[in-house]
Structure formats: C-alpha cells, structure tokens
C-alpha cells in the first residue's frame, strides 16, 4: 500500500476517506489504479483499470456530471466527489466516487471511495421520497395536531367558562373523547347520604342512574382512581348499577371534585380489557381538568353568595329600622291610649266600666304583639349582621337562649311536623358568651337539622317527621357546659365530616344553603372561647357545643 | 312651673325628646307629660343642641339617625358644652351605636328600638330624678 502511495502521489483534494488511488492520462483513461485498504471492492479496481473515466461517467446515473467531466478535460479543472454507479452483469451494482486534480502531465491524480448498495439514484431517491413522505406526514400530523390543539384549547376555554353542570360535562365529555377512545362516559355526584346519581352521559339512556354506595364508590369517592377491567368477570364490583354491567364490560373511575363536593367520572367501554392500568394516569389527569373545570363555576358562585349575603345584611338593616319605627310608633300611642283611660278613670275616681277593661286588655295586646314583632325583626337583624358577634361576653343564660330559639323556630318546625325538644338540669350556671353571637350558633344548628330531616324525608318520599333535641349537661365542677344538638336526619356522610365546618361546604340543593352557617358557628364559638363539634349517630347527626361557664370574678381585697 | 303652688311639689325634671318621626316624638312627649315630665320637642340634632343650650333639659331622649345632625354628634356637641350631660339614644342598632359613640369618648345610654316605653321610662327616671 505504501508502495502506491509513493507511486500515486495523492492530490491535494482529500474530501473523501481514499479506499484507493488512480491516475488518469490526458484522455481520462485511467493508468494506474491501487487499492488502499481492504475496504476496496476489487471489482472497482477491475472495473476502472484501463477505463476511460469520460466513458464510464456516461454510464453514470448522473450524466450531467458524466458531461462535465468531459468539460473538465479542456479546462484541466479540480474534479470533486464526482459520484458514478453502475451494474455488473450479475445484477450487483458498484457505487464510487472520485476526486482528483489535475496532473502535470495534462492527466488528472486522484484517491477514490467505493460504495456499496443501491444505485446511487434509486437510493436517493429511495431516500428523497421517504424524506419527502415523512415532512408531508409530519405537516399533516403537524396541522392534525394544531387543529386538536385549538379544539383542545377551545374545549378548555368553554370548560372555564361559568356554565351549568351539563353544559360543563357536555364540553368536558367533548375534550375527553380526544384524549381516550371510550363508548360512554357518566359523570356522578352524591344525591342523598347514600345514594349516587349519573348527572351528566354521553348517553341521554344513562342519565339519572341510581347508584348503590359500595367499595370502587368509595375508593373513587376518597380519591382513587381505578381501572375494572371486566365488569362480567370479576364479582367484587357489585356497585356498579346492572344497567351498566349489561351494557359495558370494562370502566375506568376517576374521583372528581364539583365544587367541595366528591363525585366520580366514570368511562364506559364494550370490549372486556380496553382499558389498562397505564390509562390511569390519563384518567386522573382528565378528572384533575374537570375538578378545576368545576372550580370555575364553584368560585362564582362563592362571590355570588357573598355579594347576595352582604345585600341581604343590608336590606335587613334597612328593613329592621323601617319597620321597628312604626313599631315603636305603635307601642308608644296604645300606651298613651292606655294611660289617657286610666288617667280619665283616677280623674273620676272609679275602676271604669266593664267595656273599658276590655279595651285596656286589648290595647296592652297590641303593644305586647308590637314590642313582639319588633324582637322577631331585632333577632333577625342580628344574623344578618355577623360583625356584632365581636362584641362583649357576659353571663347569659342557656334556658332563656334556647326559649328564644323555640319562639324562632316554633312556626318553621311545626310546618314540617318536627318536634324540638330542650332538656337542661333544674340548675345550670349561666355561661360565658354573647347573648346573640351563642343564639345564632343555636339558631344555625336548628335550622340545619330541620333541613336533614326534611331532606332525609324527602328522599325517602315520606312526609317530614322528626326530633330535634337541645340537651345541656352541666356537671357543676367543669370550667364548661356542654350543650348537644341532635337530630334524626340521617347523618353527615363520613366522607365530608372533614369539611362541613368549612366556609362554603353545603349538602343541601343548590340554592337552599349558603354553606356559611356552620362556618359562621365555628368562628363565633371560637371567638367565645368555646368549641363546636360534630359526629353521627344512629338516628342522625350531633352537634356538640362546650362553652365556658360563668365565673363571677372575686371581688378586689378578698382573701 | 308655677311658684306660687301651695305644696312643694317637686320640681317638674325636663325631657328633650328629639326624633325626626313626628308620630314616634309626639307619641313619646305625650306618654312623658303624662307621667310628669315637661316634655321639649326637636326634629333633628341641630334644633336639639339650640334648645338643649337655651333650655337646658334634665335628660335628652335623642334618636341616632337623622338628617343634618345625627344624634351620635349631637350628644358629643351637647356633652362638650356641658348643655347636659345625660343623653339617651335611641337606636335599632344599639350595639354599634355604643361603640361608634365610645370612639368619641362617649359612654351614653343606647336603647333598642323597637322602643318598650316601660323600659324607656324607667331609664330616664332614674336619670331625672335621682333618688328616687
């Protein structure tokens, strides 16, 4: 090999790695051609010994460049990479490529490389339509994925937008089914304590399913997400609806948020195992999309409450005021009415007649029904007004706290056939507290277990019976008195225990509770000091107040 | 007032009864006189102050809310020039009064409103005539 190369002086062109050497007279045939290393293909060397590289570069595949070789012989210019290729008999075909610059006996020097494979044309353009194909597949792919992308985020733009839960699932179910290939999918929320309801299907069919509580419920409910992959098969889901068993054989759950309120987002497929486990993470993806989806709407109508409780502490400021002055009007003129008779009476020295009695009692009537009324507009004013609950504590008196909360609600419960019963010890200490801030927590506490049991009747389509029980317990020693709420409608669901003293947590409809109540009791309890708790039993729920005691302070001096 | 009575009655103590409600002012004056007050009537805090400075009554009976002069400022300016010192409010937000009026170095009487006269009465008179 040395041997050429001393023989071959190598040009000064060296693009090319050489897998040989060649020289080339004035008439381009190729003089003398040496193989460099053992990649050389000796049938390139066969081939071009003795050949005239004009005529061979015609039988290129690229005969322009064949002619330009030709050219080069009357300009005696460098020649670069040119590329020939050809076929052997035997169908095999050589591929190589030369550089070269002139010699100085009007002949060109020259290394070459040989290559091996398809015609140099076929090959590329093999190669030139497979490229071509693939840009034309990827601006396809690339336009197919900018026009899911503007329906995506179209589809997320209507998702944020404040809509009505169907609307919402509708356009929620419309993204999912771009994402995962499924046949149905069902959103499912909590209607009663025990009982699930599809609220929204792809399928109109599916809507207003009823669904048992059971295990995947749970699981789902408590944030799990789980693939099923044969409904048929497998005998440790019996909580999904039958109706839905028939129709589908596997499912994929995944828990959802509505607002604060645990659902599910179920999709539906016939085929037994199209879902795996892998389509999980894009399961829980999606109900994390709706979750905030939701959100949207939740926090609407957060200010929207706000903005309504704050008119209506307003208004019932204003109303309060309208209505105690002509109250007051009332109450002073009937007792002037009253003492105007009674004076004429001492005037005349005489107890007056049977007829005058009975207007006297009459009018201490009206003033009575008066002054009345306006407490009702008083207690009234004071819920509306939670800013008062800062103000002083004092020794208050638990029976004349819940006699109130009987005169308030007396009317209401009564309406719904429920009974509420007080039970305090023949003694109780009077306790630490505001008089209006500890009436509301009562009030809330009453109302709310007035609308349990009514709801728990309701879905049982029963007409509403039940009891509330207010019950002190005072043992004498503590520095605090515990005053139970209890009622029998139902429950709290466990999974919300957590929440319900949240701000803006509600079970009841949408439109029936502010979701403030038992937040608003929480605060003011803690503001005096005290504590509220809840937890259920057999009949319903209890709420459990403890509240400081009374404790006359010691006098200054006393030993 | 008369001097020239032959018993030493006591003295008849004076009320300023100022509200911007004729009915209610009227009512309340009237259900005073009754029970022995010599009842002042004003319609709102700035004819309170004037008659309260010439007349000098032994308690006000002033509501909180009214046009041009509310009862929370007439009682400071009433307070201040020593007119009198013993003002009652009348008010349906008693609590918030109480403290608007603390803010201005004010301890005054807040009653609630609706007004019981019974209550009112027994305010006042132990305001009018100590010692009774």
């Not at chain 1, 199209?274 to 709407?297: G, N």
Request: charged residues 25%; glycine residues 6%.
């Amino acid at each position: 090999m040395a041997n050429a190369a001393d023989v071959v002086p190598l040009p000064d062109l060296l693009s090319l790695a050489a897998d040989f050497t060649w020289r080339a007279g004035p008439d381009l045939r190729v003089d003398e051609i040496s193989p460099l290393d053992v990649g050389c293909d000796p049938a390139v060397i066969q081939l071009l010994r003795g050949a005239r590289l004009d005529r061979l570069a015609q039988r290129t595949l690229y005969p322009a460049q064949g002619v330009a070789i030709s050219a080069l012989l009357n300009r005696k210019a460098p020649m670069r990479d040119v590329a020939l290729s050809f076929s052997q008999r035997d169908g095999a075909v050589v591929n190589f490529t030369l550089t070269g610059s002139p010699g100085g006996d009007g002949g060109y020097v020259g290394v070459g490389k040989v290559w091996s494979g398809r015609p140099f044309d076929e090959q590329h353009r093999g190669e030139l339509v497979e490229l071509l194909e693939r840009a034309e597949a990827n601006r396809n792919r690339e336009m197919r994925l900018r026009e899911e992308a503007d329906v995506l985020l179209a589809s997320l733009r209507a998702l944020i937008q404040p809509s009505p839960l169907a609307d919402k699932c509708a356009d929620l179910f419309n993204l999912f089914s771009r994402l995962l290939r499924f046949d149905e999918a069902l959103v499912v929320r909590r209607r009663t304590r025990d009982e699930l309801l599809t609220v929204v299907a792809t399928d109109p069919a599916l809507t207003g399913l009823r669904w048992p509580l059971g295990e995947v419920i749970d699981a789902a409910l408590m944030g799990e997400a789980l693939v099923v992959a044969d409904l048929a098969a497998t005998r440790e889901w019996p909580d999904f609806p039958d109706i839905i068993r028939e129709r589908f054989r596997t499912a994929l759950v995944a828990p959802l948020t509505i607002g604060s309120e645990a659902a599910m987002l179920v999709a539906l497929h016939r085929t037994p195992g199209y879902f795996e486990p892998s389509q999980l993470a894009l399961m829980q993806r999606l109900s994390l999309i709706a979750t905030q989806a939701f959100q949207v709407d939740e926090q609407k109508n957060v200010l929207i409450n706000t903005a309504k409780l704050a008119t209506l502490g307003e208004l019932m400021t204003v109303i309060a005021h309208e209505i105690s002055q002509p109250l007051s009007v009332i109450a002073m003129a009937v007792k002037n009415a009253k003492l105007a008779i009674e004076t004429e009476n001492e005037r005349n020295n005489s107890v007056g007649t049977a007829e005058q009695a009975i207007v006297i009692s009459k009018l201490d009537r009206i003033h009575d029904q008066a002054l009345r009324a306006g407490e009702i507009i008083g207690a009234i004013r004071t819920l509306a007004h939670p800013d008062r609950r800062t103000l002083g504590l004092r020794p208050v008196s638990v029976i004349e706290i819940m006699d109130n909360i009987r005169h308030l609600t007396e009317g209401s419960l009564r309406n719904r056939g429920i009974a509420l019963y007080c039970h305090a010890p023949s003694y109780c200490r009077p306790l630490r507290a505001n008089p209006v801030s500890l009436q509301q927590v009562f009030l809330n506490l009453v109302v709310n277990a007035r609308d349990a049991i009514a709801d728990a009747a309701k879905s049982r389509n029963e007409p509403t019976r039940g009891e509330i029980h207010i019950s002190v317990y005072d043992d004498g020693t503590s520095d605090r008195i515990q005053v139970e709420v209890s009622d029998t409608g139902g429950g709290i669901p466990p999974d919300v225990m957590n929440r319900i003293f949240d701000a803006f947590f509600t079970l009841k409809e949408v439109g029936s509770g502010t979701g403030l109540g038992l937040s608003i009791c929480r605060t003011l309890m803690i503001d005096m000091g005290g504590s509220i708790s809840a937890r259920n039993e057999s009949a319903g729920a209890v709420f459990r107040l403890e509240i400081p005691a009374y404790v006359e302070e010691a006098p200054v001096g006393a030993p | 007032m008369s001097a020239s009575q032959p018993l030493p009655e006591p003295r008849r103590p004076t009320l300023l009864v100022v509200d911007d409600d004729y009915d209610l002012r009227s009512e309340l004056a009237e259900l005073f006189e009754r029970v022995g007050y010599r009842v002042l009537q004003a319609a709102n805090g700035i004819e309170a102050v004037e008659m309260a400075r010439e007349q000098r009554p032994d308690v006000v009976l002033m509501d909180v809310g009214m046009p041009q002069l509310g009862g929370v400022r007439a009682a400071e300016i009433m307070t201040l020039l020593r007119h009198t010192e013993q003002v009652v409010l009348m008010s349906g937000n008693p609590e918030l009064v109480a403290e608007a009026a603390s803010h201005r170095g004010l301890a005054p009487i807040v009653l609630n409103k609706p007004l019981s006269f019974d209550i009112c009465r027994r305010v006042i008179d132990s305001l009018a005539k100590p010692g009774h």
